[in-house]
């Protein structure tokens, strides 16, 4: 790819600061970032509430150790507290999952034992491991994540626990109901009934106690942005859609057309745009991103 080539990045997220960053680093100049809105960051914004920071979008960093490139940025900009930095935090490794919950308690407020709830959270660790072997394996049991541990528990409360008093099993039960909504938070999704049984842990999880931006989270994009030339990006200016065509027939390949109904002429294009601004614009028939 020739370096002198117009390059235009959709979109002044974390993505496209970081699209921008490698390609001028490269040596590429002709570079121009569209943002839709009236600011940069995306997804990762810092905001206040009182004294108090709150993050409105990217929490922490979730497993800081080297092999994350955003650890690595926020140690450069000095953005972390020391105990972030020990290689004893980096080392710790939970598997993704975090530490077991310390206190239960029931629908009335009561404080429940941890001897009481312990039972339920082990069965449920154990059924995890179990399917977890699983991965890429064709022929499995059941279809979802969802099914496999009702079935399983299921089995369990008729065996394992049928000498147990019925006010213990059904305690165990919502400890275990617990439990799933606990993982449908790891795994990001609404139900462990749409995470496939042969899919579920392909996700790789890094080592490290995740940390959080004692200043916030937006310091990281202020820091990257510092870096860019001014005038990189322009604000406030969504896109309508992309025209492309066969580049050995044309000058240039893509047109980039603006709600503003300006058109931007370029050899390439990176979209960087959230995966839903894109299943939005794709079901609105009237509205299409792609024209060719």
């Known amino acids: 790819m020739a370096t002198n080539g117009n390059i235009v990045i959709i979109g002044c997220g974390i993505s496209g600061i970081a699209a921008a960053h490698k390609l001028l680093k490269n040596g590429f100049r002709n570079v121009k970032v569209l943002e839709a809105t009236a600011r940069n960051g995306g997804r990762i914004k810092t905001g206040r509430l009182g004294d108090a920071l709150v993050e409105i979008g990217a929490n922490w960093i979730h497993g800081p150790s080297e092999e994350n490139p955003v650890f690595c940025l926020a140690r450069q900009y ?39 709830v312990f039972p339920a959270q082990e069965v449920f660790a154990e059924l995890l491991d179990e399917i977890s072997e699983f991965q890429n394996q064709k022929g499995e049991p059941c279809a979802s994540v969802g099914e496999f541990i009702r079935l399983k528990v299921k089995e369990g409360e008729a065996e394992k626990w049928k000498h147990i008093d019925p006010a213990t099993r059904s305690l165990y039960l919502c400890v275990i109901s617990n439990m799933l909504k606990v993982e449908c938070c790891v795994n990001g999704a609404h ?102």
């Open 78 to 116: 000095e953005l972390l507290e020391p105990k972030a930095l020990t290689p004893e935090n980096q080392a710790i490794d939970v598997g993704g999952h975090p530490h077991w919950i310390p206190n239960f308690f029931s629908s009335s407020g009561q404080k429940l034992n941890t001897e009481d």
């Open 191 to 292: 139900s462990l009934d749409e995470v496939g049984l042969g899919a579920y842990g392909q996700y790789k999880t890094l080592p490290g106690q995740d940390c959080t931006f004692p200043d916030g989270f937006e310091g990281l994009v202020k820091n990257l942005m510092s870096e860019l030339p001014e005038g990189l990006v322009t604000y406030n200016c969504p896109v309508r859609c992309v025209h492309w065509s066969d580049a050995e027939k044309n000058k240039t390949s893509v047109v980039v057309e603006c709600e503003n109904g300006e058109r931007i002429p370029a050899d390439h294009i990176i979209v960087t745009v959230p995966l839903g601004n894109l299943r939005e614009l794709v079901f609105n028939q009237a509205y299409l991103l792609f024209l060719m």
